[in-house]
C-alpha cells in the first residue's frame, strides 16, 4: 500500500467493494490515515483478511456483508452500521463489476447486473447514508467511476453507460445535498491491475491496446487511486463538489 496519508481520525468511513482490489486498498488507506473503516462486501473472507491487515497496522475496522444490488441489503446494512456507530462521515461506493460484451450481444440479465451494481447500488447506498448526514449537517460521499464516463471502448457498453450514469448522478446530487454540506464527488480511474482485471490482461492484444492509449506509459495500481480518494475525504477539499478527478494517466486527454 502507498505511504499517502490525511487527518482521519475520529471520522468513520464506510466502503463498499471493501473486499478486493480498488476498495481494497482504500479502505487500507482511510485506516491508515485514522478513520475506523466499515468495509463492505459479498465475501465475508475478503473482508476478514482486510479487518485482519487493518488491525495489524492499529486500525479499526468492521465487516458488514451487502450485495449492493439489493435496495433492502443496503438499507439494512446502513442501519447496522449506525447500531455500531452515531454516524457516518465518509461514503466510498467502490463496488463494481463489469461483464465484457458486444453492443450486438449485450443480454438484458448482463445489462441488469453492471446496472444495479455500478449505478443502482451506489445511488441507493449514497441515498440511505445520506438521509443519515442529513441529520448532522455534514458527509463526504466519493464514488469510483471510471474513465469510461467520458469514452467509449470495446465490450463495454453497458459498463460505460453505468459509470456515465453514476457521474451525471453524482452532479445531481452534489447540487441537491449542498445545503446539508455533503459534498458529493468521483474519481475515475483508468485500468488498474485488480482481480477485476486480471483475466482481461491474459490477452497480449487488450494489453498493448490499454497501454497505447495512456501517455504515461503504464497500467495503473489500487495504490495510484487512494490520493484523490484520501484528498476529497479531508478538510483540504472542502470547497469541492460535483467534480471528478481522473486518475487515468491521460487517456481522456489524448
Not at 446502513?78 to 461483464?99: F, K, P, Q, W, Y
Not at 458527509?139 to 474513465?147: A, E, V
Amino acid at each position: 500500500m502507498g505511504q499517502v496519508t490525511v487527518d482521519l481520525k475520529g471520522k468513520n468511513a464506510l466502503v463498499t467493494g471493501a473486499g478486493k482490489g480498488i476498495g481494497r486498498a482504500i479502505g487500507l488507506a482511510l485506516a491508515k490515515s485514522g478513520a475506523k473503516v466499515f468495509a463492505v462486501s459479498r465475501t465475508l473472507s475478503d473482508l476478514q483478511e482486510l479487518k485482519k491487515e487493518i488491525e495489524k497496522g492499529g486500525g479499526t475496522c468492521s465487516v458488514f456483508i451487502c450485495d449492493v444490488q439489493s435496495v433492502g441489503q443496503i438499507e439494512q446494512m446502513v442501519e447496522d452500521v449506525h447500531i455500531e456507530s452515531d454516524r457516518i462521515d465518509i461514503l466510498v461506493n467502490s463496488a463494481g463489476l463489469n461483464i465484457q460484451a458486444h453492443t450486438l450481444d449485450v443480454t438484458e440479465e448482463q445489462w441488469d447486473t453492471i446496472m444495479n451494481t455500478n449505478l443502482k447500488g451506489a445511488f441507493f447506498t449514497s441515498q440511505a447514508v445520506a438521509r443519515r448526514m442529513q441529520q448532522y449537517r455534514e458527509g463526504r460521499i466519493i464514488n469510483i467511476t471510471s474513465q469510461m464516463a467520458f469514452v467509449g471502448f470495446y465490450k463495454r457498453v453497458a459498463y460505460c453507460a453505468s459509470k456515465g450514469g453514476l457521474t451525471q448522478a453524482s452532479k445531481a446530487m452534489a447540487v441537491e445535498l449542498a445545503e446539508y454540506n455533503i459534498k458529493v464527488n468521483c474519481v475515475a480511474p483508468t485500468f488498474l491491475k485488480t482481480p477485476l482485471t486480471e483475466p482481461m490482461f491474459k490477452d497480449k492484444a487488450f494489453y498493448d491496446e490499454v497501454l497505447r492509449r495512456i501517455p504515461l506509459g503504464r497500467i495503473g495500481t489500487p495504490d495510484d487511486v487512494v490520493g484523490a480518494v484520501l484528498y476529497l475525504a479531508s478538510d483540504q477539499a472542502n470547497l469541492v463538489t460535483g467534480s471528478t478527478i481522473l486518475v487515468d494517466g491521460g487517456w481522456v486527454a489524448w
